[in-house]
């Protein structure tokens, strides 16, 4: 593979590692891209070569190539400080220079990564559209009728041009999923507070996130790892990780929208690429769900039209009413309104939110995943100058309502539709279940057999992790934080276990929350005939040199014992020491961690 040919991560850890090319002539490389892409329109500031040239070869004398982003080139939005490098947030009048890093590009820096410049974006991170910027409009990577998307324009076109791997942006009502749909990659929107946004000029400081834009969700989630983790000096974070991708858990019901909450706008080619997406899933051997989405809906409109908008205006407000004619003309109209709201609307507004939250909780004890569309449908530069509102109000119909209620997101690109143009579905879910969607999100992405971005490289293959015991390995049943799409399956994925099947216990266990400090932990205490329940289980398969590593790894009071499974089977599992419920809380009446802990997160 010769450099134009270098796109993802994977390929430029390859070439890196077998000395085919080096960091200073990726480098030289991505310049040379960006002088062929020729949009000027892309990057606000792009850094000067020398300097970055300068950066990778100090990176080739004293960088480690096992460093996660050794030598990877990476674009950030223009709202997200970068020493040294003036920060607009999209207006010229505004900007200033950093003497800092945002957190979230000193951890880029310090595993290996390059920064090349600054992107373009909607003024104030106000637009779903790519085009409220007076650097210009973003050349829609797919078509360039098309608007780019927003308002992390610039990062998601450089991505799916194939000039970058990886680029941030931020996402508040949307902007690190509606710009993915339509340039054909992912955008991946973690958990609110899971990656810092100290050093992030922000649009509503209580909800923004900062995202990522790649060509593979793989990429994406290797940029996120990096990335995540707690920060003292942001008062959102919060202390969580992302997990590892792996195996799905077996019987997942992933919600799409029922009849009454499809909205495409009248566009058929829309409507049937979902339907596509859907069928995909049916064909992978997953259960759908209808969902009543109005319930979302109606959080989503609390956006922008109630009083967070108050909060984008608290934002800017000195400079905006110091300068108002600095600010674009759409971007100013629309944070005007908040005038519109008093500080009795915004308390009113927290508690419709709330009710809403509650109405919305429902979904979540229906389903693992909910499947929807990322826009209702692609819209050209032209239909916004006609209407510069509309379309960007119909944009956020499947994307508003997210961070309002601390959810998950991962945009990952479809079926192109029968006309040519980009197709993408989101796969959402609760906090902290950023592995999971991950997960799915490969093979959902696979099943598109879609080319990368803008690229003429082909989807990677996808292997199938799913495999049944054989007779060398040893069965292992887990039951709480060991299980799929949770934060210790990692242990299990990186012993080389892979995931056999699911089932109950025999109806002899009792289950426990026990007490002590960190994350919760589960115990499986086995009581006599009559006393018991059935509780659900994963039964993952493990080589005897890896069963021996993960058991020399289990704490007391957690020991390894045989559980008695209810098809007749008897893996080794965990139990408990019956010492230790003393105090605990018994959660056998759940049946399993998962359904317990969505208790725990929504209330019992």
């Known amino acids: 593979m010769d450099d134009a040919g270098i796109h993802t991560l994977s390929d430029y850890r390859s070439a890196f590692h077998d000395g085919r090319t080096t960091p200073s002539r990726q480098i030289e490389e991505v310049y040379r891209r960006i002088a062929a892409h020729d949009d ?171 995202s990522v834009f790649a060509l593979t969700v793989d990429d994406a989630y290797a940029a996120i790892g990096v990335m995540a983790g707690y920060d003292p000096d942001d008062p959102y974070s919060r202390k969580g990780h992302v997990g590892m991708l792996g195996s799905l858990p077996p019987g997942l019901i992933v919600g799409v929208p029922d009849q009454d909450s499809r909205f495409f706008g009248g566009d058929a080619l829309a409507e049937q690429a979902f339907d596509a997406n859907v069928a995909n899933l049916a064909r992978m051997g997953f259960s759908t769900r209808e969902i009543d989405l109005r319930p979302l809906f109606d959080v989503a409109a609390l956006l922008y039209d109630g009083p967070w908008i108050v909060e984008r205006y608290q934002a800017i407000d000195s400079f905006m009413d110091a300068h108002p004619a600095s600010i674009y003309p759409v971007t100013r109209s629309i944070i005007a309104q908040a005038s519109r709201f008093s500080a009795s609307d915004v308390f009113r507004g927290m508690y419709k939110l709330a009710a809403s939250q509650r109405a919305a909780e429902h979904t979540w004890h229906e389903i693992d995943v909910l499947m929807v569309p990322t826009i209702p449908r692609p819209r050209t530069i032209a239909d916004l100058e006609h209407d510069p509102i509309t379309p960007n109000t119909e944009f956020g119909t499947y994307t508003n309502f997210v961070n309002l209620l601390n959810l998950c997101a991962l945009a990952v690109p479809g079926k192109f539709r029968d006309d040519g143009l980009p197709s993408g579905c989101t796969l959402i879910s609760t906090a902290g279940r950023d592995a999971l969607i991950g997960s799915l999100g490969l093979k959902v992405h696979a099943a598109s057999a879609v080319l990368l971005g803008a690229t003429s490289r082909a989807m990677p293959a996808f292997p199938e992790p799913e495999e049944t015991a054989s007779d060398d390995k040893i069965e292992l049943a887990v039951v709480g934080a060991h299980l799929s799409g949770f934060p210790l399956n990692k242990e299990l994925v990186s012993l080389g276990a892979r995931f056999v099947r699911t089932g109950q216990t025999r109806p002899e266990y009792r289950f426990f929350a026990l007490q002590g400090d960190g994350p919760r932990r589960p115990g499986l205490l086995r009581v006599s005939d009559g006393d018991g329940h059935s509780i659900e289980a994963e039964v993952w398969a493990l080589r005897p040199d890896a069963f021996g590593s993960f058991v020399a790894r289990i704490p007391s009071p957690l020991a390894i014992g045989t559980i008695r499974m209810a098809d007749g089977s008897a893996p080794k599992g965990f139990i408990v020491e019956s010492a230790a419920t003393d105090g605990a809380e018994d959660i056998s009446k759940y049946g399993g961690w998962r359904a317990f802990m969505r208790q725990e997160t929504f209330g019992r």
């Open 40 to 210: 000027p329109s892309m990057f606000i500031t792009l850094r000067p070569m020398a300097e970055v040239l300068d950066e990778a070869r100090d990176i080739e004398l004293h960088g480690s190539k096992e460093t996660p982003l050794y030598g990877i080139p990476v674009a950030i939005k223009d709202n997200i400080d970068v020493a040294g490098t003036p920060t607009t947030v999209g207006c010229p009048d505004f900007a200033w220079t950093p003497e800092r890093d945002a957190t979230v590009v000193a951890r880029l820096r310090a595993a290996g990564a390059i920064i090349v410049g600054k992107t373009n974006m909607d003024q104030f991170a106000t637009g779903l559209v790519g085009v409220r910027s007076p650097y210009g409009i973003t050349r829609n990577a797919i078509r360039a009728e098309l608007v780019p998307g927003g308002s992390s324009s610039g990062s998601a076109t450089a991505v799916a041009a194939g000039i970058v791997p990886l680029a941030l942006g931020t996402d508040t009502a949307g902007s690190g999923r509606v710009p993915a749909a339509l340039n054909n990659i992912v955008g991946l929107k973690p958990t609110p507070g899971l990656v810092s946004t100290t050093g992030v000029f922000p649009a509503c400081r209580t909800i923004d996130c900062v």
